[in-house]
C-alpha cells in the first residue's frame, strides 16, 4: 500500500521524530543490552534483540496535552485490538511483537500517578486478552526480578508497552494489589498457558496461588457475611 502524508501530517510527524529516535535508541542501547546490574545472565529484555531485528515493534507519539486522564485511557485501550490485529500473527514470531505508546507531554513528576494509574486500571483488560502493559518513565520504582535495586523499567520518556503474555510473567501477575486481581491475571495466564507449559513448575505455582487467592475470599467473605449477621 502507498503511504501518502498530508502537509500537516508532515508537520507533525517532524515534531514526532526526536522522541521516536530518542525511544528508538534507548530500547538497542538498554533493553536489548546487557547490564552489570540486572543480576542474571542476558539481555535487560530477553525478547528484544529480535523483536528489533524482526521488525516486530511499532512506535507511537501520543499527543496528551489537552486530554485528560479517561481521554487518554481509551486511546491506550484501543491499542489492544490494533496490537492483535498487527502481524506477524503466527505465534512463535508474535512473541517478538511489541506497541510502544510514547507520551513526551507528560512530566516526569505526573508519570508517577498519571502512567502508573492508567497501567493499573486497563492491565486486567490486557492481561484477560493474553496481553501485557508494561509503565516506563524516569521515576519508576519496580525493582529487577533478580536485583530489586536495579530499576529495568525507567525510560527516557513516560511510554506504556504493549506485548503478548509470555510464561516468565508470571511473577507480575502474582505481585497484583488485591486477592481479585490475582485471581483474574492467574485464570488468564493458566488459560493462556494450560496447555502448552514448558516449565511445570510454574503450572504448579500458578494453581495454587490461585487456590489460595479464591480460598482468602471465601474466608474473607465469610468473615464479613459472620459480622453483618451477628
Excluded at 521516536?20 to 542476558?42: C, D, I, M, Q, Y
Excluded at 485511557?73 to 508474535?94: H, Q
Excluded at 493474553?130 to 518513565?137: I, P, Q
Excluded at 513516560?158 to 501477575?173: G, K, Q, T, Y
Aim: charged fraction near 25%; charge should be neutral; glycine fraction near 4%.
Amino acid at each position: 500500500m502507498v503511504q501518502l502524508y498530508t502537509p500537516d501530517e508532515i508537520d507533525q510527524l517532524q515534531q514526532d521524530i526526536p522522541y521516536l529516535v530518542e525511544t528508538w535508541n534507548w530500547l538497542r542501547s538498554f533493553l536489548a543490552k546487557p547490564h552489570p546490574e540486572l543480576g542474571r545472565n542476558g539481555n535487560v529484555c530477553p525478547y528484544m534483540p529480535k523483536a528489533l531485528n524482526s521488525n516486530c515493534i511499532r512506535l507511537k507519539v501520543i499527543r496528551s496535552q489537552n486530554l485528560g486522564r479517561q481521554e487518554i485511557s481509551d486511546i491506550v485501550l484501543s491499542y489492544r485490538n490494533a496490537f492483535l490485529d498487527l502481524e506477524p500473527k503466527n505465534k512463535e514470531e508474535s512473541i517478538y511483537k511489541a506497541i510502544i505508546l510514547i507520551f513526551p507531554e507528560i512530566k516526569n513528576e505526573e508519570a508517577t500517578i498519571l502512567i502508573d494509574s492508567i497501567q493499573k486500571q486497563l492491565k486486567p483488560f490486557f492481561v484477560e486478552s493474553g496481553l501485557m502493559l508494561g509503565e516506563f518513565h524516569k521515576r519508576n520504582e519496580t525493582g529487577g526480578l533478580h536485583n530489586p535495586n536495579f530499576r529495568p523499567l525507567r525510560s527516557p520518556i513516560p511510554m506504556l508497552a504493549i506485548r503478548f503474555m509470555v510464561e516468565s510473567d508470571l511473577p507480575f501477575l502474582l505481585s497484583a494489589d488485591d486477592l481479585y486481581s490475582q485471581v483474574r491475571y492467574l485464570e488468564a495466564y493458566l488459560k493462556q498457558f494450560r496447555k502448552k507449559f514448558k516449565d511445570e513448575n510454574k503450572f504448579k505455582t500458578a494453581c495454587q496461588a490461585l487456590d489460595l487467592a479464591k480460598k482468602q475470599i471465601a474466608k474473607e467473605n465469610n468473615l464479613i457475611f459472620y459480622e453483618i449477621n451477628q
